[in-house]
């Protein structure tokens, strides 16, 4: 959203960005304007100790609730004036908000999961083989939960305001011609869809090239590194990881790069064949990698598929497990782990399907090639525009 929005700024339109407090200063050095809403997400990511639980349903549930609360109380002063509004994410009480002010409306999804169709299940759901039947189940019993829970507070402002109510949470969310912002050489759109959409392709986000010695250095000294990298996994659970992945590193004989987001010291020796790295844009370093392993988001993803190399996806939560199972079937990379039986022997087998079948290596070579970021950007922008 921030390659969005200063998209559309260079293009000559006023922008503010709203969104977690804690993305603040990052925007605004990329001289984004930004407003912060709601609680620090990235925080509250920290404190899952099990993604799958049903506590941890209900921590997200009540985290989810206290947004849309938050939004409709603070986002009407940051939003009366505006030509068009755009959402994203957790935005579910916006189109409401939009509506009420008489403003132009769309929204921006960055999978096709988003969308209900008998091809996938519901977001929220791990399992990605499914029969056709039993994915449209899901659906339905997500459509009982919204109507419980989110619509119940989404109608509860709306009379307020006085709208009249809506029935079913995602095609409200979503509006009218919902922008598709990911890459349909990834994942493209099921037939049975009826969300009225355009797919624009993922929007990469731009950022200033760093000047890193060290990893030069470290680079220069050996063929291309393995690349891991958990965002979504709390700090404390990746550190815990590392002895494995050293152990990864001696059995293979691989050099490997890990994304570090812990802060506590290791009391293990670390050998020379691993690196940690921080807030390295993932454009510039993952090019230089013989495989990508993450967690699956959608950036993550997006920006893996982009440099071309082979992916092993290590899914946490929500649409994590849709990704895994779509790069694995576009034959970009390895069949998923799952988070709870993450361990040395399957990602070692995992690297070794990449490192082994050649097939991988040239199609993540032949789609990187065909993948557009300025197309998409300049397809998503002329859209925005044409609403406005």
């Given at each position: 959203m ?14 503010l ?12 050095q ?34 989810v ?25 957790l ?14 409306y ?31 189940l ?8 919204d ?42 759109v ?38 891991v990298?958990?965002g ?38 670390i ?32 920006a ?10 290590v ?36 690297l070794s ?36």
């Open positions: 921030i390659a969005l929005s200063l998209g559309l700024k260079n293009t000559g339109h006023d922008v960005l709203i969104g977690p407090p804690e993305k603040k200063q990052w925007a605004l990329l001289g984004c304007p930004y407003k912060g809403l709601g609680r620090d997400v990235t925080a509250f990511l920290d404190t899952i100790k099990n993604p799958i639980s049903i506590p941890t349903a209900i921590s997200f549930v009540k985290y609730r206290q947004e849309i609360h938050n939004q409709f109380k603070v986002l009407p002063k940051f939003i009366e004036g505006a030509d068009i509004v755009i959402g994203s994410s935005m579910f009480g916006l189109s409401s908000l939009a509506e009420s002010l008489n403003i132009r769309r929204y921006v999804a960055f999978t096709p999961q988003l969308f209900q169709s008998s091809c996938h299940p519901f977001v929220a759901i791990q399992t990605q083989t499914l029969p056709k039947w039993c994915n449209y899901t659906w339905k019993f997500a459509q009982f939960g109507k419980i829970n989110s619509i119940f507070l989404v109608n509860h402002y709306r009379r307020k305001m006085g709208l009249s109510p809506v029935k079913a949470a995602w095609p409200h969310i979503f509006g009218k011609n919902t922008i598709l912002a990911c890459d349909s050489q990834i994942a493209s099921p037939l049975d869809v009826t969300q009225t959409h355009i797919q624009t392709g993922y929007l990469h986000l731009k950022m200033p090239a760093l000047c890193y010695p060290e990893l030069e250095r470290f680079l220069e000294q050996g063929p291309p590194p393995i690349y990298g958990f979504s996994m709390p700090p404390q659970d990746q550190a815990k990881h590392m002895p494995m992945l050293i152990h990864v590193a001696n059995q293979l004989k691989k050099r490997i790069v890990i994304s570090k987001f812990w802060k506590q010291s290791l009391e293990i020796k050998p020379k064949e691993i690196f940690f790295i921080k807030n390295y844009p993932h454009e510039y370093l993952f090019p230089r990698m013989s495989v990508i392993v993450h967690h699956g988001g959608a950036g993550t993803t997006a893996a598929a982009l440099s071309g190399k082979p992916q092993v996806i899914p946490h939560i929500l649409d994590q497990y849709y990704h895994g199972y779509k790069i694995f079937q576009s034959g970009l990379g390895a069949p998923p782990i799952k988070r709870s039986k993450f361990n040395a022997k399957r990602l070692i087998n995992a399907v990449c490192f082994s079948n050649p097939s991988i290596r040239h199609k993540a070579e032949i789609i990187a090639q065909s993948i557009k970021p300025k197309g998409s950007l300049d397809k998503t922008i002329k859209s925005i525009e044409e609403t406005i």
